[in-house]
């Protein structure tokens, strides 16, 4: 599934492609991945439809396009003034946001198809192809942030869709900060990795980078959230910072073709995994520190989680 970096990419395309366009007609070709609209895809396509898109916006990895009208339109709004309403765009597992020339073939999969206005050399649709149509798009209201700070990454609206109000801010927030997250977790005895994961608290950590995180500082995932100190926590946050700062230059990480950035490309920062996936290799860190270390593979959650069995072991009392 689709992490932050992934999400964050493809953020970053949408920026340079759809922002400051309006949506000129919208198809949908699939009503399940309109499921979560209420109204149903009729309500969908009018409340997008001559809309302009103001702005691309992360959350962890919630992605949303922010809507208003365009001045002089019959809804009385002028042009970049706060926007009202969100499209968001959930990637789900095989969720892709693509940017296409309208004489493209369609993709097999493709599930809703928006013209947008023309703009010289860029392309004139945005789809939104979906294979295993566990991800989607709504319409969400735009309500205030609690904190009064910007919704989310690429926002200075101060405004946040209804349907993203539960979720935390995230690793690359300048907002998040070590001393918030020490509060939070002062009292919790849950794992280390699962507190990470935990949404409503610092969302856009998944499964490959709480644990390329956790080997940066030799922590086992099972580490009690509440024994760390807020040094510690600072030194994890800045490694959470890190691997996904790499992996956003690295375009994301890519197992399979289902990921891909708005142009079709596909990131590579899977050759740059020094735990996830590394099962029965030996760990980088220790192999150039004379040490045994080797990567594990061990079930967590229903998923699995990979750590290194010398520089990672399980705390003493666990």
Not at 52 to 63: E, Q
Not at 64 to 81: I, K, M, Q
Not at 242 to 265: H, K, Q
Not at 271 to 282: I, K
């Amino acid at each position: 599934m689709p992490e932050l970096p992934e999400v964050e990419v493809v953020r970053r395309g949408l920026t340079d492609w759809v922002v400051g366009r309006r949506i000129e007609h919208v198809e949908v070709h699939d009503p399940r991945s309109v499921r979560r609209q209420v109204g149903g895809p009729d309500a969908f396509i009018s409340a997008a439809t001559s809309m302009t898109i103001t702005a691309a916006v992360r959350r962890g990895k919630f992605l949303w396009l922010t809507l208003a009208p365009e001045l002089g339109s019959d809804a009385g709004h002028e042009f970049g003034a706060e926007p009202a309403f969100a499209l968001m765009a959930h990637l789900g597992m095989s969720g892709q946001v693509l940017v296409e020339d309208a004489e493209q073939p369609w993709e097999k999969h493709l599930k809703v198809r928006f013209s947008l206005s023309e703009r010289d050399g860029a392309p004139t649709e945005l789809r939104f192809i979906d294979q295993r149509i566990f991800g989607g798009m709504w319409i969400s209201e735009l309500i205030p942030t609690p904190d009064a700070g910007p919704g989310g990454v690429g926002d200075q609206a101060h405004l946040i869709p209804h349907a993203a109000h539960h979720i935390g801010r995230d690793v690359l927030d300048p907002l998040t900060n070590a001393s918030a997250l020490r509060k939070q977790w002062r009292n919790k005895r849950t794992g280390i990795k699962n507190a990470l994961m935990d949404q409503s608290v610092i969302s856009g950590v998944g499964n490959i980078y709480a644990d390329e995180a956790l080997w940066r500082v030799k922590r086992h995932y099972e580490t009690p959230v509440s024994r760390l100190p807020l040094a510690e926590i600072e030194a994890l946050l800045e490694a959470l910072r890190a691997v996904m700062l790499s992996a956003l230059e690295a375009g994301g990480t890519s197992f399979d073709s289902l990921y891909v950035n708005v142009n079709g490309a596909s990131g590579y920062f899977d050759r740059s995994l020094n735990a996830y996936g590394r099962a029965g290799q030996p760990c980088p860190r220790c192999a150039n520190n004379g040490k045994p270390g080797m990567i594990v593979r061990e079930p967590w959650g229903g998923r699995s989680s990979f750590r290194c069995s010398w520089c990672q072991r399980r705390p003493r009392g666990l």
